[in-house]
């Protein structure tokens, strides 16, 4: 059983930064997940990295402002986020698919964290 914990949202102005942990439990060794989901919408895919941290892919609203990135032997996955915008104001859930390369489709994922609020202001 995997176990996903998030962590590092909060309250920013807009063209603020922050960095989101997702600390994982169990064998990890997947490709993991960013998705968000805003009030009254529904939750959409922001980026995925592959079991090595090799290979990542984005959403092209996210593209060069947040990075993915992991670190296997903390059982970690980050996301850094630069130039954050009112838009991107949601809920952060990580998760983890038990395949090795990035997807972006949903169903593909397994297990999922609790989330993290990201609140950015105009």
């Known amino acids: 059983q995997v176990q996903l914990v998030e962590s590092g949202g909060g309250a920013v102005q807009a063209g603020g930064s922050l960095r989101l942990s997702c600390a994982a439990s169990?064998?990890?060794?997947?490709?993991m997940g960013w998705f968000r989901q805003a009030p009254g919408k529904e939750r959409e895919f922001v980026t995925a990295i592959d079991w090595s941290g090799s290979d990542t892919y984005y959403v092209d609203s996210v593209k060069g402002r947040f990075t993915i990135s992991r670190d296997n032997a903390k059982n970690t996955v980050y996301l850094q986020m630069n130039g954050l915008k009112p838009e991107d104001t949601a809920v952060y859930y990580c998760a983890l698919s038990k395949t090795f390369r990035t997807t972006d489709v949903m169903t593909l994922y397994d297990y999922w964290g609790q989330g993290t609020q990201v609140t950015v202001s105009s």
């Open positions: 169990g064998r990890t060794f997947y490709a």
